[in-house]
């Protein structure tokens, strides 16, 4: 943007383009900008926001949901679990001299 804003200075009779024509695409893409940004966070972030809020309270509950409707396990013996205490003993090395 700056580059096009110089273009003119070096050449005689006023440049090539004139200054309110200048000002008036500066003007005009500052306020294609302002548009764009206003979208943005005024239509589209409070959508988003809304969308994702919605989808978490749908989720937790499909979640409440599935752990109503899910039996309760317990544990038994023939499930695979082994259900002991173990007791570390230490071995201790003997030098035996042959």
Do not use: C, N
Request: positive net charge.
């Amino acid at each position: 943007m700056i580059a096009y804003m110089r273009m003119g200075r070096g050449s005689s009779a006023g440049g090539t383009i004139p200054a309110f024509l200048k000002l008036a695409v500066a003007a005009s893409l500052g306020l294609a900008m302002l548009a764009l940004f206003f979208v943005a966070f005024v239509v589209v972030f409070p959508v988003v926001l809304a969308v994702g809020a919605g989808f978490y309270f749908y989720l937790r509950h499909k979640i409440r949901q599935a752990q109503k409707q899910a039996p309760q396990r317990t544990p038994r013996p023939d499930d695979g679990i082994i259900d002991v205490e173990y007791t570390v003993v230490e071995h201790k090395h003997l030098d035996r001299q042959p």
